[in-house]
């Protein structure tokens, strides 16, 4: 299983960025897809941010509940995060991850087997 991230990039404080998420080798009608983010030097699990099931349920952050949307497209094998209204606090590496498992929330990194490389978003004040 291979998923690449790309779209990540500096944008000023209240601007959009939409990140996408390709995955090959998934072989799995069902399937829990995620967007994580890790803020570099932090000791800290990478956070949740939303999740997208093979439905279509999504689930999301508390943080980014309102500004972000998570979305699919299954001809492309694909997910997407549309970033918007962002703050110097979404600054982080964002990682997109699979696995098949029943989403039940924005996502725990540790229920997750399958990662990409991941997008750095730098927001600007």
């Known amino acids: 299983v291979e998923l690449v991230e790309s779209g990540g990039g500096s944008v000023e404080s209240g601007g959009s960025l939409r990140l996408s998420c390709v995955v090959s080798?998934?072989?799995?009608?069902?399937?829990?897809m995620g967007w994580f983010r890790h803020v570099t030097g932090i000791e800290r699990e990478r956070e949740g941010v939303?999740?997208?099931?093979?439905?279509?349920?999504?689930h999301y952050a508390d943080s980014v509940k309102g500004r972000f949307i998570v979305s699919q497209d299954r001809a492309k094998n694909s997910m997407y995060l549309q970033m918007n209204e962002v703050t110097v606090e979404d600054t982080a590496m964002y990682y997109c991850?699979?696995?098949?498992?029943?989403?039940?929330?924005?996502?725990?990194?540790?229920?997750?087997?399958?990662w990409g490389q991941g997008t750095q978003v730098t927001v600007s004040s």
């Open positions: 991850a699979i696995d098949l498992l029943f989403c039940t929330g924005p996502g725990r990194a540790i229920d997750f087997g399958h």
């Open positions: 939303a999740t997208i099931d093979d439905e279509g349920i999504t």
């Open positions: 080798g998934w072989t799995y009608s069902g399937y829990c």
